[in-house]
T-cell receptor, first 114, second 115 residues
Framework: DAGVTQSPTHLIKTRGQHVTLRCSPISGHKSVSWYQQVLGQGPQFIFQ???????GRGNFPDRFSARQFPNYSSELNVNALLLGDSALYLC????FGGGDQPQHFGDGTRLSIL | GESVGLHLPTLSVQEGDNSIINCAYSNSASDYFIWYKQESGKGPQFIID?????DKRQGQRVTVLLNKTVKHLSLQIAATQPGDSAVYFC??????????????FGQGTTLQVKP
C-alpha cells in the first residue's frame, strides 16, 4: 500500500508569493496533519483536519491555511511568503483524529524562499 | 510551556552494540508517546508508540520504556546496525491539545553507528 504522498518534493519561491502544497493520506486514513520542520529542529504542528473539518491549529499566522477534500487529501496554502517560511513541510495521516494513534508522515515538500 | 526534550544531541555507538536514546517531557498530563526515525531527505518514520498506562513496549529490535514518575522516555535499539544511523525524535500528545492529535516533538538525537 502507498504511504503518505506529498507534492511537489521541492519548490523555490520568492518573498511575497503564495504556495500550495498537496498531500494524499494513506488509504483509509481520515485525518491529515501538517507540520513545519526547520533545519536542525523537530517538526512544529500547523493544522489538523479530520472529516474535512479543522480540528486543531498551531501557533502560525493567518497567512497559513489548509483544507481537506472529500477524498481526504489536503492542501496547505501559505500567502505572502517570508524568508522564514523556508522549511520542510510535512504531512501526516492517521486513521482518526484522536491523540492516541500513530501518525505516519510523508517525505515532505522542501520549500525555499529567495 | 510544553516541551519534549532530549538529553544528548549526538550518540555514537559501535555496530552490534545496543543503543539507548533518552527523552524528557515536561507535561505530566501527556498520555501518548511516539518514537520516530528520520533519515536525511526523508520524513519521520514511525518506530514504536506507548500509552501512559504502560511502562514498557517491545517491537522488532526496539524497546520503549516510560517512567512517568520522572517524566522520562527511552528508546533502546538492540544490535545497532549502520542502517539505524539517523535522527531520532520523541513526540508526545496530551489531552490539553483538545484531542487533536497534535504531536509535540523534541529537538532530536543523532545516532551515528560506527562500523
Amino acid at each position: 500500500d502507498a504511504g503518505v504522498t506529498q507534492s511537489p518534493t521541492h519548490l523555490i519561491k520568492t518573498r511575497g508569493q503564495h504556495v500550495t502544497l498537496r498531500c494524499s493520506p494513506i488509504s483509509g486514513h481520515k485525518s491529515v496533519s501538517w507540520y513545519q520542520q526547520v533545519l536542525g529542529q523537530g517538526p512544529q504542528f500547523i493544522f489538523q483536519y479530520y472529516e474535512k473539518e479543522e480540528r486543531g491549529r498551531g501557533n502560525f499566522p493567518d497567512r497559513f491555511s489548509a483544507r481537506q477534500f472529500p477524498n481526504y487529501s489536503s492542501e496547505l496554502n501559505v500567502n505572502a511568503l517570508l524568508l522564514g517560511d523556508s522549511a520542510l513541510y510535512l504531512c501526516a495521516s492517521s486513521s482518526f483524529g484522536g491523540g492516541d494513534q500513530p501518525q505516519h508522515f510523508g517525505d515532505g515538500t522542501r520549500l525555499s524562499i529567495l | 510551556g510544553e516541551s519534549v526534550g532530549l538529553h544528548l544531541p549526538t550518540l555514537s555507538v559501535q555496530e552490534g552494540d545496543n543503543s539507548i536514546i533518552n527523552c524528557a517531557y515536561s507535561n505530566s498530563a501527556s498520555d501518548y508517546f511516539i518514537w520516530y526515525k528520520q533519515e536525511s531527505g526523508k520524513g519521520p518514520q514511525f518506530i514504536i508508540d506507548i500509552r501512559s498506562n504502560m511502562d514498557k513496549r517491545q517491537g522488532q529490535r526496539v524497546t520503549v520504556l516510560l517512567n512517568k514518575t520522572v517524566k522520562h522516555l527511552s528508546l533502546q535499539i538492540a544490535a545497532t546496525q549502520p542502517g539505524d544511523s539517523a535522527v531520532y525524535f520523541c513526540a508526545e500528545t496530551n489531552p490539553g491539545s483538545g484531542n487533536t492529535g497534535k504531536l509535540i516533538f523534541g529537538q532530536g538525537t543523532t545516532l551515528q553507528v560506527k562500523p
